[in-house]
Structures are given as structure tokens and as C-alpha cells.
């Protein structure tokens, strides 16, 4: 069994999410950019859309919730020569396959051309900050430990994400609680109703078969937290 065995090509996994969510659709943007260094962070949100056949009831005043959100890092120094001109095209493209795998499930999250690249990819990539030519040794800095490294200014992965959290101005997206029919739907009360309320709702159309809704309570900090 080879090192690529268990990776989904690009198209396979378009195809599949074509023909399991025919109306489904995906919403991506660039969260930050950098030519100078060489980098670009691209968010991808994933919508399953309605069943294909049926209608939307939903009302216009709704909030519609991702099915699911991920992220893919681009960083052009880490691209082949014949690549890096398309490393942004790339990175969109990654965090597509990403989203659309973490929706449906049943594959590895990276594809099969991403882990080639990843492959054939030297350990030291070209645009670095370190010259491991002139660099003598015991120059190039080593840590024992994740909290020693943190400390010395570079970030885990922990407050990697949290850095990203405070760019999209807030907390990052979870994805969206199931029920026996698949992936709920968001709903809350319009501005000015009477009463607020929120909740994930079951998409089940016939009302007598409908899983219980997960209520949600408005905390005094503004956020919508589960009813308890």
C-alpha cells in the first residue's frame, strides 16, 4: 500500500460532493494576504443546501449557518518553481477540498495532489529566514519543549488559532450539531421581535417526525449559549 493510497484525488472528491449535495455550494475569502512574505490564509465555508427535489422553508429573516468552516495556509517558499505563481489559486482550492471533506467525511482532509506536493517538497524550502550555509552551529535556535518555543515568540498551534479567531472578529465557526437526519439548521428570532430565541432545528419537512429543537439562551456577554 503506497504513501498516497489513502488520499482522494481533487475531482473524485468534487464529484462526490456534486452528487451528494447537487444544491449545495461553498463561500470562500482571503482572511489575510501577503506578497512581500509570501503567504495567504483562505477561509472556505461549506453549504449542504436543500435537499435536491424539495423547497427551502426557511424565512428570509433567518441567520444561515456553514455547514462546516476550515482554513488552508498557503506559503509560496514551500511551492515548487513552476508552482508558486499559483500558490493563491492553490491555497483556494485547498481549503475547498478541505471544507468539502469535512462536511462529508470518508477520506483523509488533504488531497491526493496536496500530499504529492508535500512529498516532493524539500525540508528546507527556499524562502526562509535562516542561511544554513553560513550558519554555524548552535546558532540555529532548538527548544525542549512547545511552552519554551512559545516563549521565545514562536506561536502553537493553539495561538495560531487564536490569532485567526481575532481576524475574522470573533470566535471561530464550529460546525453545526447533528441529528438523525443530518446536519441542523440555525434559526433565531428577527430583530425587534417580541421575544429572542435561538436554536438548531431539525431539517426533517414532516413535522410529525422532527427531532427536538436544541434550544439556545442569549448570554449576558452576548453570545448564544446552549439552554441548560
Not at 481533487?10 to 482571503?30: A, D, H, M, Q
Not at 503567504?39 to 465555508?45: C, N, T
Not at 475547498?96 to 471533506?101: A, E, P, S
Not at 443530518?182 to 427531532?211: D, L, S, V
Request: overall charge negative; glycine content about 8%.
Amino acid at each position: 500500500m503506497g504513501f498516497l493510497d489513502n488520499y482522494e484525488a481533487s475531482r473524485e472528491r468534487l464529484e462526490r460532493w456534486l452528487k451528494t449535495f447537487p444544491n449545495g455550494r461553498i463561500e470562500t475569502r482571503i482572511v489575510e494576504f501577503s506578497a512581500e512574505k509570501g503567504y495567504v490564509l483562505v477561509e472556505a465555508k461549506a453549504y449542504k443546501g436543500t435537499p435536491h427535489g424539495t423547497e427551502c422553508t426557511v424565512s428570509a429573516d433567518v441567520v444561515e449557518l456553514p455547514d462546516g468552516v476550515d482554513f488552508a495556509f498557503g506559503y509560496q517558499g514551500a511551492y515548487q518553481q513552476n508552482m508558486k505563481r499559483w500558490f493563491v489559486e492553490d491555497t483556494v482550492t485547498s481549503a475547498i477540498m478541505r471544507v468539502q471533506q469535512l462536511v462529508m467525511g470518508g477520506a483523509e482532509r488533504s488531497t491526493r495532489e496536496i500530499m504529492e506536493q508535500v512529498e516532493k517538497t524539500p525540508a528546507k524550502v527556499a524562502n526562509t529566514d535562516i542561511d544554513y550555509w553560513t550558519t554555524k552551529h548552535g546558532e540555529i535556535p532548538s527548544y525542549k519543549t512547545a511552552a519554551e518555543a512559545e516563549q521565545s515568540g514562536i506561536p502553537s498551534l493553539g495561538s495560531s488559532m487564536d490569532e485567526i479567531a481575532k481576524q475574522l472578529g470573533g470566535q471561530l465557526v464550529e460546525e453545526a450539531p447533528q441529528c438523525a437526519h443530518g446536519h441542523r439548521i440555525w434559526k433565531q428570532a428577527h430583530e425587534g421581535a417580541p421575544k429572542n430565541w435561538g436554536g438548531y432545528f431539525c431539517t426533517e419537512r414532516t413535522k410529525a417526525t422532527q427531532c427536538a429543537p436544541n434550544w439556545y439562551v442569549l448570554a449576558s456577554d452576548g453570545k448564544w449559549k446552549p439552554q441548560v
